[in-house]
Nanobody
Framework: VPLQASGGGLVQAGGSLRLSCAASGRTFNRYVMGWFRQAPGKEREFVAYISASGGVTAYADSVKGRFTISRDNAKNTVGLQITSLQLEDTAVYYC???????????????WGQGTLVTVSS
C-alpha cells in the first residue's frame, strides 16, 4: 500500500495542524492505519492508530486529548488533527499501515515518506 503523507509545516506553540496521508490501491480499507513520529536523536514513537473500519482508535498518552485520528475509506485517506501544539511535538510524522491493531512500529509493513512538523515558541 503506497502511502503519501502531507500537511507538515512550521507552527507556533498552541497552534493547530492537520496531517493527511493518501493511500493507493483498493485494499486500504483492510488495514489498520497508524501515525508515528520521530524527533531528532530519538527513536520512532507511536502516536495513534485507527482500525480498518474506523471504529476503534488508540493514542499515546502524550497526545491524548490533543490529537485526533480519522480515516475516509472512500477516499483512501487517513488524517491526524493536531491541536494545542507543544514544542515537544516537533518531529517527522509518518503514516503507516498494518494488518493488526498495534502500537509497535515493527508491526507496520507500509510507510509513508514522513512530513516534518516544527513547533516554535
Amino acid at each position: 500500500v503506497p502511502l503519501q503523507a502531507s500537511g507538515g509545516g512550521l507552527v507556533q506553540a498552541g497552534g493547530s495542524l492537520r496531517l493527511s496521508c493518501a493511500a493507493s490501491g483498493r485494499t486500504f480499507n483492510r488495514y489498520v492505519m497508524g501515525w508515528f513520529r520521530q524527533a531528532p536523536g530519538k527513536e520512532r514513537e507511536f502516536v495513534a492508530y485507527i482500525s480498518a473500519s474506523g471504529g476503534v482508535t488508540a493514542y499515546a498518552d502524550s497526545v491524548k486529548g490533543r490529537f485526533t485520528i480519522s480515516r475516509d475509506n472512500a477516499k483512501n485517506t487517513v488524517g491526524l488533527q493536531i491541536t494545542s501544539l507543544q514544542l515537544e511535538d516537533t518531529a517527522v510524522y509518518y503514516c503507516a499501515a498494518a494488518s493488526m491493531a498495534t502500537r509497535s512500529h515493527y508491526d507496520y509493513n507500509y510507510w509513508g515518506q514522513g512530513t516534518l512538523v516544527t513547533v516554535s515558541s
